[in-house]
């Protein structure tokens, strides 16, 4: 049965317009693999075929307007519908509960070497389990910055010292690059002894993805590592399963890896290790397939929230994406803790994609300026005099925005619809920009292309949302920055918009659009397209360091956001590392999904 739409309710926003500048003269050394996912190709060779019956759109519009030709959806409701994982979040888990208790013992033994502890948080983490240690993990990690036994016991070990730098960094410990001089020889390079030990370079390259600007330390580490690391693919006597290891680091490191996804391929890596905790793995493995049942649960009341609204039926010039947008929130929140959040946010980036594709290839000028004001003004009344289609999206949003204002607002005391709606009134004010430069074939310049775009990403929408659904103490410190857009917001979103063009690009071309990243800097500069892509992936290097040090710094903001922003940038890699996966998915992200969200995990 269909999820109704809830009532009107009617609110003026507060709107403060806000001007960015983003720094552009930024270079960096970039290394990017040939590689193919390891998951890709090794786990799920072909995904099972959806029912017939589709929940798709039209590629030709009957209005005479302009068509992208977005392929249909490729799952159906009848498929989506029959997800069944057997309640293994009610079977497992009294076994899941015992393990944990096994494994929560382990990480408080007083007696535990330093670097066996800090590999066993390095592998609960991995395999997807800090859900569940997230207190016991903190509590150990503080013994490695207050004890110093800890301390010198990791300080001659590269894997060690390097494993250590890696997760206090990670969890938002101050820890200075300075603990890696100690590998250097007296002209201030890295030893070259140090390519003999795989382990220690593999840990060393990861650790390296956590710098900030200007530590030069860390960019030499990760250019030696890479190097070495490099140059051990074609080695058959490594220790076994870490050659899989160093492709799949080289491919994309660590630190930029969507979190449920990485666990899913880890769980397969660590079954090969010779080293593996037979209730360690095990419990993995319960919780993976815990975690996939409360995520088919979720999926199912979205289709059906998504059928019930027809916008896929109604508005055949869009892309129907359901799917993908689900599994856009569960990169940004896998949580089972957070399953409202994640569900919010399956709707939030529904609309985005829909009205993505109203400014992008339906609207005229005209109606684009009426829609853009009616989101502003956030009133119904507005969109009469528009096609009604547009009429259709607007009051949907309209609908499904002030339901989750209410809730708020009936949970918290706090009215967040002044902060909502200046969010989706900023989104469409950049994409009306965007289609002004559009329909008149202007090229802007790479600064204004950026100020704009990581707006019209629709990155801080999200991050908006997810403060709301994921924060039970609402501050005034906190809504300032929201308003203000913090770094935390601006970041991710800057990395999300050029990780799209790297995506998109070609797609863009083909459709006349004649405003992205690459275009913009290759006009500027006078470059070539591989030169332009290149910059691109520098300057994605470049905001990932600024993010990294907005995690150390802190803010107002409840580590939840941070790491919700973290994650918008690692879905944001994952989506856009081998093309569009989102506005034109293939088999690669069509396995990806089903390894995520169709197919459990083996236990025996």
């Not at 069944?84 to 899941?96: P, V």
């Not at 005034?476 to 203000?484: G, H, R």
Request: proline fraction near 3%; aromatic fraction near 10%; hydrophobic fraction near 40%.
């Amino acid at each position: 049965m269909a999820l109704a739409p809830p009532s009107l309710i009617l609110c003026s926003p507060r709107l403060i317009p806000k001007q960015v500048m983003i720094p552009t003269n930024i270079f960096r050394h970039k290394f990017e693999s040939d590689h193919r996912s390891l998951m890709s190709s090794s786990r799920i060779c072909c995904a099972v075929s959806p029912p017939t019956t589709q929940v798709s759109n039209s590629n030709h519009p009957k209005d005479g307007r302009s068509s992208a030709n977005y392929q249909p959806t490729i799952w159906s409701y009848d498929f989506l519908q029959s997800l069944k994982n057997d309640h293994a979040d009610i079977i497992y888990k009294e076994r899941a509960a015992k393990l944990e208790q096994e494994l929560r013992f382990a990480l408080h033994d007083e007696n535990a070497e330093p670097v066996n502890l800090l590999e066993l948080i390095d592998d609960i983490q991995r395999l997807g389990l800090g859900h569940r240690f997230e207190i016991d993990i903190n509590r150990a990690l503080e013994k490695f910055m207050s004890s110093d036994d800890y301390s010198v016991a990791t300080k001659y070990s590269l894997h060690a010292a390097a494993l250590r730098f890696r997760l206090l960094r990670q969890h938002g410990y101050v820890v200075s690059q300075d603990v890696f001089k100690a590998f250097k020889d007296h002209k201030g390079n890295f030893k070259e002894c140090l390519y003999k030990d795989v382990k220690g370079m593999l840990s060393l390259y990861e650790a390296s993805r956590l710098a900030f600007e200007e530590e030069y330390v860390m960019d030499e580490a990760f250019l030696f590592t890479r190097m070495h690391l490099m140059g051990l693919q074609g080695v058959s006597n490594l220790e076994e399963g870490l050659l899989e290891q160093v492709i799949h680091a080289l491919e994309l490191p660590l630190h930029r890896r969507m979190v449920r996804l990485e666990a899913r391929w880890y769980i397969e890596a660590y079954s090969k290790s010779a080293a593996r905790k037979p209730n360690l793995l095990e419990l993995a493995k319960l919780d993976f397939n815990m975690v996939q049942s409360t995520l088919q649960e979720d999926l199912k009341e979205m289709t059906r929230w998504w059928i019930g609204m027809g916008l896929s039926s109604k508005l055949n010039f869009a892309r129907d994406r359901l799917m993908e947008c689900f599994f856009w929130s569960v990169g940004m929140v896998s949580e089972p803790q957070f399953r409202n959040c994640r569900k919010s946010l399956t709707k939030v980036a529904s609309f985005v994609t829909i009205i993505d594709d109203i400014y992008d290839v339906y609207g005229t000028l005209d109606e684009l300026e009426l829609f853009t004001e009616a989101v502003q003004r956030w009133d119904v009344c507005a969109v009469k005099d528009l096609p009604k289609c547009m009429e259709l999206c607007f009051l949907a949003l309209y609908n499904s925005v002030n339901e989750m204002a209410y809730e708020t607002l009936r949970d918290h005391g706090e009215n967040i619809i002044p902060y909502l709606t200046k969010a989706w009134a900023d989104l469409c004010k950049a994409f009306l920009k965007e289609a002004a430069w559009a329909r008149s074939k202007h090229v802007p310049t790479f600064q204004d292309y950026l100020e704009n775009a990581w707006v019209s990403v629709s990155g801080h929408i999200f991050l908006v949302h997810a403060y709301f659904l994921q924060s039970p103490n609402i501050t005034s410190e906190a809504l300032d920055s929201l308003e203000q857009y913090h770094d935390i917001l601006r970041w991710p979103s800057t990395i999300f918009r050029l990780c799209n063009d790297l995506g998109t690009s070609k797609d863009e071309l083909e459709r006349g659009e004649s405003a992205n990243s690459i275009i913009c800097y290759m006009k500027e500069v006078g470059c070539s397209e591989a030169t332009a892509r290149q910059h691109i992936s520098n300057l994605i290097d470049n905001y990932w360091m600024k993010m990294n040090k907005c995690r150390i710094e802190g803010s107002t903001f409840a580590k939840h956001l941070v790491e919700t922003a973290t994650n918008l940038a690692r879905i944001s890699q994952c989506t856009y590392q081998h093309g569009d996966a989102h506005g034109c998915p293939d088999n690669l992200s069509k396995n990806r999904i089903q390894s995520l969200i169709v197919e459990p995990i083996s236990i025996n």
